[in-house]
């Protein structure tokens, strides 16, 4: 292992690569602390302290887990990077029901950059909706939840001007961050944006390890590594299991030539998903919180009583019926987003083009038919794996004191292990290309 990583160090090319990507990662980290114009810096730092060890605001877990703890201190990277993951999955699904799109999806690299430009105009799109909410909750003095201090309603200031500086400040930054990723991409090494997003989860474990060391003491603390060692092993296990469906190819004779006779498999991956349905689920049930939110009741009257079960019921992470649904809309959105990415149709009708077939099964439906059998029953094991990782930072909240952003669960831990092991694998065959030895045995 040692020797790898001093090959690594030691090809001029792939050291370029990396100190790159470093560099890339160094300022994005920078920028996530440099506070936005005309926000007060030490009411935030005040609110952030007296809120330590409480969570976060609930309606902002997520995106705060994702910009690496930015949103809260209302820097110019505090959007992160999640209105551009967000302006992604609409894209997506937008295959479905645009023609347009899916006729793009299928042209090759000049469709795919196409897709990728209204992707990147929908981020901007995004990120200028996402920081005017964001700022208009900061005015408020309810972006910290049940934060009463004084400090906590006097975080930005209150002038139009100031508000929309603050708007385009935070927009530029989302903007800036999409730049980033796209050079890591190109000039660096593995996925700009998954990096950027790998960057922002790895730098709050320390912190939310951290929470749970001061109030539960050491024995859990080292409790919690030891299960997230674990789990970490589970998920690599996990993650890079897969069913492998075999398809024969016919041969063809065209002149003197002969096409076709060769042997290969359809990779059907236990967890087709990914982290999407988890990042539904949670943007569903944050729904609730924040009509609750803007309708709370003037000084001095009872809240409504769907306000109260509300915040009784849908509210933080830690009461059963929180949990059932959020597993529920887990294991839904993991069929629902794998029906969209994964077509056995298309898969049986792309074989049946190039004379394909699955030994056993004829050609056409019934191999889409077959293909959407073992489809169901992989994505039934892949959605309780999915919802029981998801669950572990609720559970964890209840019992060890930590926040929603357990690090060693939900859309945290699959992000981490996911984007590891795909930037390993990039380094492994970079070393492979030139010194005919990878980085692992």
């Known amino acids: 292992m040692f020797s790898a990583i001093g090959r690594i160090f030691r090809t001029p090319d ?7 990507t470093l560099g890339i990662v160094a300022l994005f980290r920078l920028g996530s602390f440099i506070p936005t114009p005309f926000v007060d810096f030490n009411n935030v730092q005040a609110c952030l302290a007296s809120n330590k060890g409480d969570g976060t605001a609930g309606l902002y877990d997520m995106v705060n887990l994702f910009s690496g703890g930015a949103l809260l201190q209302l820097s110019i990277f505090a959007l992160g990077i999640m209105p551009y993951i967000t302006a992604s999955i609409i894209t997506q699904l937008l295959r479905v029901v645009i023609p347009h799109f899916e006729t793009l999806h299928k042209e090759g690299q000049a469709g795919q950059a196409k897709l990728t430009q209204y992707t990147r105009y929908l981020t901007i799109a995004l990120a200028v909706l996402q920081s005017t909410t964001l700022i208009t909750v900061a005015r408020s003095g309810q972006l910290f939840g049940s934060a009463v201090n004084q400090a906590c309603q006097n975080l930005v200031a209150q002038e139009w001007w100031a508000i929309l500086i603050m708007i385009i400040t935070m927009t530029a930054g989302t903007g800036l ?29 320390p912190g939310a390890l951290w929470v749970i060391k001061e109030q539960r003491g050491w024995e859990v603390f080292f409790f919690v590594i030891l299960v997230g060692m674990v789990v970490i092993g589970a998920v690599v296990f996990v993650e890079q299991s897969q069913r492998r469906i075999p398809v024969q190819y016919a041969k063809r004779v065209v002149g003197r030539r002969t096409y076709g006779g060769s042997s290969t498999y359809i990779p059907i991956k236990v967890n087709m998903a990914g982290v999407i349905p988890v990042i539904f689920a949670s943007a569903i049930l944050y729904l609730p919180m924040l009509i609750a939110q803007f309708n709370q009741p003037k000084a001095g009257e009872e809240p409504a009583a769907w306000i109260v079960w509300v915040q009784n019921n849908l509210v933080y992470g830690d009461q059963p019926l929180y949990m059932l649904v959020f597993f529920l809309l887990v294991i839904g959105f993991t069929f629902f987003y794998v029906q969209i990415t994964f077509n056995p149709e298309e898969v049986a009708d792309n074989m049946k083009k190039y004379s394909g077939f699955i030994p056993g099964i004829r050609a056409g439906r019934p191999t889409a ?6 489809l169901t029953r992989i994505t039934s094991a892949g959605s309780l794996y999915l919802g029981i990782i998801a669950l572990l930072p609720l559970v964890a909240l209840s019992f060890f004191g930590a926040n929603q952003n357990f690090p060693f669960g939900g859309a945290s831990i699959l992000i981490i292990v996911g984007v590891g092991l795909e930037t390993v694998k990039q380094i492994d065959a970079q070393l492979q290309q030139r010194h005919y030895e990878g980085l692992l045995k």
């Open 14 to 20: 792939l050291r370029r690569k990396i100190v790159f």
């Open 177 to 205: 961050i999409m730049w980033f990723g796209e050079l890591i991409t190109e000039r660096g090494v593995g996925n700009g944006m998954s990096l950027l997003i790998f960057t922002s989860i790895a730098a709050s474990f």
């Open 369 to 374: 038919e077959y293909l959407n059998y073992v």
